[in-house]
């Protein structure tokens, strides 16, 4: 999907350049060439997969963060389709797709039993990760929430605006709660910030005690709410002894 996304937005700058693509009618009221197509597929996979989820009981919690995910694109996806409104708009949205190959990239390595945090392997794909999560994910969707607020003025009477800022607020919140969930379960206990989880996976078990490792063991001890290692034996901490400190037992989400 991510490459079908990529192959329309590159066709349209080639052709429109960068203030044609991105203005206000082009983005509610036109429809890019194969853009309707990709979101049928798009919503036809979450129809299936939340089914799925649904039948075999494939989530955890009460509130589901992936089943809640599904549930508001649904929603906004069928009635763009039904209305043909807002279709290149929901196209942008899924450019966080790119960091979805990471997310399942984690949980098959997961699933095969590779969670040796020294391993080159793991920390690029945590570093890709974290990345692609900031870039195509956080940040596409804070710029389109920006976009859809600063053009309100612009949007007919409908339920076309509310429904566009209801289904971005609940992509952010959950965004959000993603975050928490890779800084939680991978490196940082409590929350730590990406900056500091980044430096925790740059540097390794015998790299020694470097003023930035010093600055991320004080970081995660003080926010680590388990209280279960002091300063010095956390700056020594491998992510696999993270993990297993905090209990992490991988996450299912977007």
Known sequence: MFTKVVFILVKQLSSNGIDEVFEHSQLVYATWPWAYSALCVSSGYFA?????????????GWIPSILLHHFILLGCFTLAL?????????????????????????????MAGLRDGNSKFVKIEWFLNICTFLLA????????????????????????????????????????????????REMMVGGGTVVLTILMLLVGRNS???????????????????????MEIASMLSINDMEIATGDRGFDTM
């Open 82 to 110: 039904y209305r043909n409104v807002t279709i290149n708009y929901l196209i942008l949205t899924l450019i966080c797709e790119l960091h979805s190959i990471f997310l399942h990239v984690r949980k098959i390595r997961r």
């Open 208 to 230: 020694g005690m470097a003023e930035g490792t010093r600055v991320c063991s004080m970081q995660w001890k003080k926010q680590n709410s388990y209280g279960i290692y002091d």
């Open 137 to 184: 994910r956080l940040l596409s969707h804070v710029l389109i929430t920006a976009k859809l607020v600063k053009d309100a003025s612009k949007f007919e009477k409908g339920i076309e605006l509310p429904l566009a800022l209801f289904g971005m607020a609940g992509m952010n919140l959950l965004n959000v709660f993603l975050a928490s969930i890779l800084s939680d």
């Open 48 to 60: 299936y997969d939340q089914l799925d989820m649904l039948i075999y009981g494939l989530y955890s």
